[in-house]
C-alpha cells in the first residue's frame, strides 16, 4: 500500500462518517494533537500493520453524541467572593469528572497557593519557571511556549501556579486596561485556535482585583462554590455583583451557579432556608446537587489525587459527579440558547 493512499482513504472514511479529527479521537480514544501529526507527516517509515489498524478502528468506532462540541474552549472560572468554600477542590474534581465523560480539560492555576496544581500535578514546584505568572506576565502562548504540562490524568493539563502570582495583581496595575485586555488573547491563543481542549477551568483567589478582573473578561461562566451558613450567603450578592459589572466588558459572561460545598448533613434544616435564600436572591442559580462535608476531600489532597480517582465510592465523590453533570446539562441548554 502507498502510504498517501492510506491518507487518502482515512480522508474518505473521515467524510462518509461526518467526522473531523475531533470526532475521530473522540470516537477511538486516540489522541487528538498524535492523529493531527499523523494526518500530517510522512507515513514512509510508519509501520503499515499499524495504520491499517488505526484505520480499522475507526472504521467501527461509534461516536458518543451525546458529548458536548464547542467553536472554541469553553472558560470557567471558579470563584467565590469568600476564602475557603472550595474553588480549589471544585477546580480539581470538575475538571477530573470532565476528563472521565471524554472532554479534554485545561486546569490554570492562577492563585499563589497552587492548591490546584499540587494536587493535580504534584511536580509543579520542580520547574518553577513554568507557570502561569511567568507564562502570563511574558504574555506567552501557554501551548506554543511550552507552559502546558500533562498530568497522569488521560484528558487533564494543567498551567500550574507558582507563589509569584501574589505579586501579580501590583504588576497589573502598572499596565494600562488596553494591555491587560490583551494578555488572556495571547496565552490562549493556540489553545483556542486548536480547540483540543473542551474546557477551561480557572482556580482563582477570592479577591475581586484587576488580576481576576481580566479573568472574568475571558470567561464564559463563573461557577461559585459556596457553604451553607451565614458567612456563605454574604457572599453571593458581590458575587452577583461582580458578574454584573463584568457584562458591561465581557457580555458573554454569565453565572453558572452557585454549588453548595462542605454541607452538613446535621444542619438539614439550615441548608433548605440557606438553599431557599440564594434562590430568592439568584433564582434558577443553585445547583439541586450539593457537596457534602466529607473527609476523604481533604484525605485525597493529602495523596495529591482528586476524589474521584482516590475514592468513588465516597459521598462527596458521587456528589461530584452528580454536579458534573447537572453543570454539563447547564451548560448544554445555555449554549443551545445561544446559538438561537
Ligand atoms: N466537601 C468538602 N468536605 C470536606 N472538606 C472540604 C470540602 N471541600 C473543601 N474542603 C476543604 O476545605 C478547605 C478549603 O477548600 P479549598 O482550598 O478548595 O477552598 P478555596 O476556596 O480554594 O480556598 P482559598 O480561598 O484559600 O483558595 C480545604 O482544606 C479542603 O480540603
Ligand atoms: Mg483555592
Known sequence: MRMSDWKDRMNVLLKRKGWDIKDWSRATGLNQWQLESLMEMDLSEMDEESLESIYEQAKIAKLDKCLLRFDSPIMIAVWAHKGGMGKSTVVTNLSYELSQRGYNVLAVDTDSQSDMSSVLFPDYLEQPDISFYNAFLGQEDFKEEGYIMHTE??????????????????????????????MWKKCLRSVREENYYDFIIVDMDKTAGVMNKTIFGEADYVLAPIESSMFGIKAVPPTLAQIEEMGETNPKLKLLGFLFNKVDLRKKAAMADNSTLVEQIAPEYTFKTFIKNDANVDNSQKEHMPIGYYNSRSPASRQMAEFTDEAIERIRKDQKERRE
Open 153 to 182: 490524568y488521560t484528558g487533564i493539563d494543567v498551567v500550574a501556579g507558582s507563589a509569584e502570582c501574589e505579586a501579580l495583581e501590583g504588576a497589573l496595575c502598572m499596565l494600562s486596561d488596553k494591555i491587560r485586555n490583551k
